[in-house]
């Protein structure tokens, strides 16, 4: 599977990827599963490692003779690897499984509920992508939606917000989301989507592997067993490489601002999930929620 990433877009492409905007958020809402169960279970570093190495294993099996036939280009490409690497499969991993052990689901997701706005304004200053009057609206739409969501329809609970250090850990993870998304798109790359992202998930495997130790020996000791394995491998195969090979295939055709949107979808998806594995009721404001959120991903993926 290859492609060539300075080819121009074909009709059926773009579709696919707008198609892949309600798909990914599914895949990604998986690691709040994991999260929630992760703890006691398996260390965070130690979590995310194993993840990475075993998405990297999965995405080579249908991109290894590209890589094979490239990989003189590794070479002049290796920086921004490491760096793609240490952002996506580093911070926004680990970081996020050590925040959600001492702050709250609702802080959690009004974090992440600004990366698309972060995402769209340096889209806008760095990669100078158009964003219009309808792309504003409908991220405005967006976050309006997620917050509905996440407030539970009680906007009266913002005043009553608190930091702790795990909004700290979140804080960092959704600032290096967006620092991801934009290089993605600002750093011309030889691989296709695919190739080029088990590169990044190997690189991620090598940032990770001097951390993990150190989280063994002197934080979190991880015991291997059956539970800490099937922990690794559904995030490995949902949101990691399937969620993330999605949204290479949605920033080539979409570009990094219309596709940060896909992010708003996370609570409607989360809250789905959580009545059908986890017997949680889904209430009224997560229909508004809906309501606010789908038009504001039409109108910000338009092109």
């Known amino acids: 599977m290859t492609c060539n990433p300075a080819a121009p877009l074909q009709p059926g492409e773009i579709r696919v990827a707008q198609a892949l905007v309600f798909v990914a958020p599914a895949l990604w809402s998986v690691n709040y599963l994991v999260a929630r169960r992760a703890p006691g279970v398996i260390a965070p570093h130690a979590l995310a490692l194993f993840r990475w190495c075993v998405a990297a294993l999965l995405l080579a099996a249908f991109c290894h003779r590209e890589i094979a036939a490239?990989?003189?280009?590794?070479?002049?490409?290796?920086?921004?690897?490491?760096?793609?690497?240490?952002?996506?499969?580093?911070?926004?991993?680990?970081?996020?499984?050590?925040?959600g052990r001492s702050t709250s689901a609702i802080n959690i997701g009004l974090l992440y509920a600004a990366a698309p706005v972060l995402i769209v304004l340096a889209?806008?200053?760095?990669?100078?992508?158009?964003?219009?009057?309808?792309?504003?609206?409908?991220?405005?739409?967006?976050?309006?939606?997620?917050?509905?969501?996440?407030?539970?329809?009680?906007?009266?609970?913002?005043?009553?917000?608190?930091?702790?250090?795990?909004?700290?850990?979140?804080?960092?993870?959704v600032l290096c989301w967006a620092a991801y998304s934009?290089?993605?798109?600002a750093w011309p790359s030889a691989f296709g989507p695919l190739a080029r992202l088990t590169l990044i998930a190997c690189a991620g495997s090598v940032?990770?592997?001097?951390?993990?130790?150190?989280?063994a020996l002197f934080w979190l000791p991880s015991e291997l067993s059956w539970k800490s394995l099937g922990l690794v491998l559904a995030a490995a195969l949902l949101p990691g490489a399937g969620a993330y090979a999605a949204h290479s295939t949605m920033q080539r055709a979409l570009g990094a601002a219309r596709v940060s949107v896909a992010l708003y979808l996370g609570p409607l998806y989360t809250a789905a999930i959580a009545w059908a594995v986890l017997g949680e009721r889904i209430e009224v404001f997560h229909g508004v929620g809906a309501l606010l959120i789908l038009p504001g991903i039409?109108?910000?993926t338009r092109r």
Not at 182 to 185: A, F
């Open 70 to 99: 490239r990989r003189s280009v590794i070479v002049t490409e290796w920086k921004h690897l490491l760096v793609l690497g240490a952002l996506g499969m580093w911070v926004c991993g680990a970081f996020v499984y050590i925040g």
């Open 123 to 173: 889209s806008t200053l760095i990669l100078r992508e158009r964003a219009g009057v309808l792309q504003l609206a409908g991220v405005g739409l967006g976050v309006a939606g997620v917050l509905h969501v996440l407030l539970r329809g009680e906007w009266w609970q913002l005043l009553q917000l608190h930091i702790n250090p795990g909004d700290a850990w979140v804080a960092v993870a």
């Open 182 to 185: 934009v290089l993605l798109r």
């Open 207 to 215: 940032v990770l592997i001097p951390v993990s130790i150190a989280e």
């Open 298 to 300: 039409w109108l910000s």
